[in-house]
């Protein structure tokens, strides 16, 4: 781990007026006033038990390893997709100022898997500007008034090169590594493509990973981003056109980037590996399972059964295993770039529920088994339901504190299952004959069984009635092979009060809190439960309730390599995040204010969560005076 501190600088006080991002009396806002979806309490009925569910699931594991495993993959596997629009309200406006809570989530992953992936870009990425002067309102991000037909409302981003500052000094503090959006529609037409890539390469350095150089080409013309008849030939042409304009010459593109009209299969049967081989770097996808873009929106309750459901997981992916296999083939990489439950903010009871964790659990651990490189989790602003993590509304940010969704749990096992050697592998065990209700992975190391994910997704109605037990050997029985069972395991469970639940889980006893209690931290005692298996049968008992995550350790080192031990992660404090101008202002304007952050509008890429106005509009807002001015002091980076 770093030993870096992250000092909180302020240059100047007009640029805290402008960038204060909390406005108080003594008087707290009532959390119930907030109704965007990041804050949503919608409780959904869990879906009933199987009528046949089977108590006992046996897998028979093999010594040296087992016919089907995955290429070797890293545990930084589920990594974060971050709008652009939205970038510098989770990580910050200024390299000076990275919100620690950011920093601390990244470091927990970094624990655990030794690293994580990054991808900032998006529907607001095609347009974007950067404006190397800074913008008229003074924020790193500025949004204006989109004028495609997308059901996201995009609105059009200018940005500033403190974008990529802040990046780039992320990853001196944890191992971060990036992809980034380049502006594609107008086709570097005044040159701010070209801009943008110098600047993205020359400042992130060896920590790019890649650059996306299309997002949803296939809805180009539905969005009317270019014209009706835009085809498959067309997107070909212009990429063409960008690698020739921005001499692109290395392999350093992800592409096609394809979601929703056309897919990868029909992209490689026209050309597009073919012709563009010197300069790819990744083969990628961007799939949602579902999508909540309709107006009114959807029912969530019928859908809720298919995010219970391994052969549903398996069902997402399958799809791309032959693409991935030519990619691979090909010597090149293969990932989903954008991806969560469902597409425009996801759904009210699912996509913020402990549900939520079991099907995203599930589902790194099939791509891990299908070849994908990177799997990337997307963030919108406050009104989307699928957040990993959300900071509170602006104008609550004195008195709250973050909120983890549950989904990032899943997070933290993808990445302690894999672990940081880079040569976990991977294979779908089918467990209890391909039950849906549940699922199971071997991963292996070097050829040694190392861990086991176990998946009950059984919310039962009376308690207990839905536990499994995974009975698992490795070689004896009927292979051929000398029994190897350990004589021990250790077991980490993700676990909660109910399906339905949105706070208070628990990852081996730690917990981030309920909603708005969360710094990025875990906080509790850590629980590893050491389970004695049977050496005279050579097979070892592992429970699983319903509904939970069981994730085994069949070796001591297969607990070093993932972090899972770690009890106090090194981190980042959050003490001293907020020190900002604190004006007085009148309640009654205050309660009717956006409350957004940096006074900006956060939910650039959801429904309803785009509005713009201008710096003056808002400012003019304010009665009362400045009464005090905190100046930034040092937050050191600190053990937990």
């Not at 296999?325 to 989903?336: D, I, Q, R, S, T």
């Not at 297969?558 to 981190?571: H, I, P």
Request: negative net charge; proline residues 6%; hydrophobic residues 40%.
């Amino acid at each position: 781990m770093h030993s870096k501190a992250l000092i909180l600088l302020f240059a100047s006080y007009s640029a805290l007026v402008d960038a204060a991002v909390t406005v108080y009396t003594t008087t707290t806002p009532d959390p119930a006033q907030y109704t965007v979806a990041s804050t949503d309490q919608t409780v959904l009925n869990a879906p009933a038990p199987p009528a046949n569910f089977n108590p006992a699931t046996y897998i028979q594991l093999y010594d040296g390893g087992m016919t089907g495993m995955s290429n070797p993959v890293s545990g930084t596997l589920l990594g974060f997709s971050i709008e652009l629009s939205v970038a510098a309200m989770l990580m910050g406006e200024k390299a000076a100022v990275i919100r620690p809570e950011f920093l601390n989530y990244c470091a927990l992953l970094e624990a655990r898997g030794g690293g994580i992936t990054i991808r900032v870009g998006g529907n607001t990425q095609d347009k974007a500007t950067l404006n190397l002067n800074g913008n008229p309102n003074g924020h790193t991000i500025q949004k204006y008034q989109g004028s495609d037909a997308a059901k996201t409302e995009t609105p059009e981003v200018h940005f500033t090169l403190d974008l990529l500052l802040v990046m780039a000094e992320i990853s001196k503090l944890v191992n971060a590594k990036w992809f980034f959006g380049i502006p594609f529609v107008n086709s570097n037409a005044n040159g701010n493509a070209a801009l943008v890539l110098q600047n993205v390469e020359s400042l992130l350095g060896s920590n790019l990973l890649g650059l996306q150089m299309a997002n949803e080409p296939d809805l180009y013309s539905i969005n009317q981003k270019k014209a009706s008849t835009y085809s498959i030939q067309d997107f070909m042409g212009d990429t063409n056109y960008m690698i020739q304009n921005l001499t692109i010459q290395k392999p350093i593109l992800v592409g096609p980037s394809v979601c929703c009209m056309w897919n990868i299969g029909q992209m490689l049967d026209a050309g597009y590996l073919t012709r563009f081989q010197p300069q790819i770097k990744f083969i990628d996808a961007m799939h949602y399972p579902d999508n909540n873009c309709a107006q009114p929106k959807e029912d969530p309750q019928p859908k809720y059964k298919h995010y219970l459901s391994h052969n549903g997981v398996q069902n997402l992916v399958k799809p791309y295993f032959e693409p991935a296999a030519v990619a691979l083939a090909a010597g090149k990489k293969f990932m989903m770039m954008e991806t969560n439950t469902a597409s425009c903010g996801g759904f009210p009871g699912i996509s913020d529920s402990f549900a939520s964790a079991l099907w995203a659990t599930d589902y790194a651990m099939q791509m891990a088994y299908g070849n994908f490189t990177y799997g990337l989790l997307h963030f919108g602003g406050q009104n989307v339901y699928y957040n990993p993590f959300t900071p509170p509304p602006t104008n609550m940010t004195k008195v709250r504190k973050w909120t983890t969704g549950a989904i990032f749990y899943a997070q933290l096992i993808a990445a302690e299952a894999l672990g940081k050697s880079g040569n976990a592998r991977v294979i779908d065990l089918h467990i209890d004959n391909n039950a849906d209700d549940r699922a199971g992975y071997a991963i292996y190391e070097n050829g040694v069984a190392s861990r086991l994910v176990l998946v009950n997704y059984v919310q039962p109605t009376t308690p207990n009635a839905n536990d499994f037990v995974a009975t698992f050997a490795v070689g004896g029985g009927q292979t051929g092979l000398p029994a190897v069972t350990p004589a021990t395991v250790k077991v980490k469970y993700l676990r909660t009060d109910s399906i339905n639940s949105k706070d208070n889980i628990t990852w081996a006893g730690q917990t981030f809190g309920a909603q708005f209690e969360s710094d990025g931290r875990l906080y509790g005692d850590l629980d590893i439960v050491t389970i004695q298996c049977n050496p005279a049968e050579g097979t070892c008992n592992v429970p699983v309730p319903g509904p939970s995550v069981a994730l085994v350790f069949l070796t001591d080192e297969a607990v070093a390599s993932s972090g899972a031990d770690v009890t106090q992660a090194q981190t980042f404090a959050t003490t001293v995040t907020t020190g900002r101008a604190v004006p007085t202002m009148d309640q009654a304007l205050l309660l009717v204010s956006n409350g957004r952050s940096g006074a900006d509008p956060l939910g650039a890429t959801s429904k309803g969560g785009s509005t713009v106005t201008s710096g003056a509009e808002r400012r003019a807002g304010m009665v009362g005076a400045f009464v005090s001015l905190v100046v930034g002091a040092a937050v050191a980076k600190m053990f937990l």
